[in-house]
């Protein structure tokens, strides 16, 4: 199955931070593909990507980066797909410098921005952008909605 949504990562290191998408995917059963590739590192492969995931069938991107935190608006620039900025929790600033790059986009080049290390909210707002032309999806995304309302009243019983 093609890929509706392609996860970015700006490193490796940022694995584990993303995975929290991989798993709000896996569970609404979304097909995605995710790869690492690094706006300063490897700029070429990146404007490769961008400008051939529209015609690879991709819907969605979600970028996590950290530190400098270009990559989703240098994947932006090179789409018109939506893009949605994960920035990446940093040592030196704690991720304030991550948030503010992505969040910070000039005018005409949107990236959507979720919260520092907010890959779970990035994967659901992607699904909720699919979900706008499939009905399926839609349900799906109410019963999750009812499953977290569910275990959001049941801690009461905690107090």
């Known amino acids: 199955m093609k890929p ?3 996860i970015i990562m700006g490193s490796i290191s940022d694995k584990d931070v993303m995975s929290k998408a991989f798993e ?3 569970d609404f059963n979304i097909s995605y593909e ?3 590739m690094s706006a ?3 700029p ?3 404007a490769n990507f961008s400008k051939s995931a529209i015609n690879a069938g991709v819907k969605v991107i979600i970028a996590g980066a950290g530190g400098a935190a270009h990559l989703p608006g240098v994947i932006a620039s090179m789409t018109v797909l939506p893009v949605i900025g994960v920035p990446i929790l940093g040592k030196s600033t704690a991720g304030v410098d991550s948030l503010l790059s992505i969040v910070q986009m000039p005018s005409g080049i949107p990236v959507a ?3 520092i290390n907010g890959s779970a909210n990035a994967a659901l707002l992607a699904i909720e952008m699919l979900a706008l032309s499939d009905n399926s999806l839609q349900k799906k995304l109410l019963e999750y909605r009812e499953k977290i309302k569910k275990i ?3 801690s009461n019983k905690e107090l």
Do not use: F, G, N
């Open 4 to 6: 509706v949504v392609s």
């Open 24 to 26: 709000i995917l896996d």
């Open 34 to 36: 995710k790869k690492v």
């Open 40 to 42: 300063h590192r490897a």
């Open 44 to 46: 070429e492969e990146v």
């Open 113 to 115: 921005t979720v919260a």
């Open 152 to 154: 959001s009243l049941e």
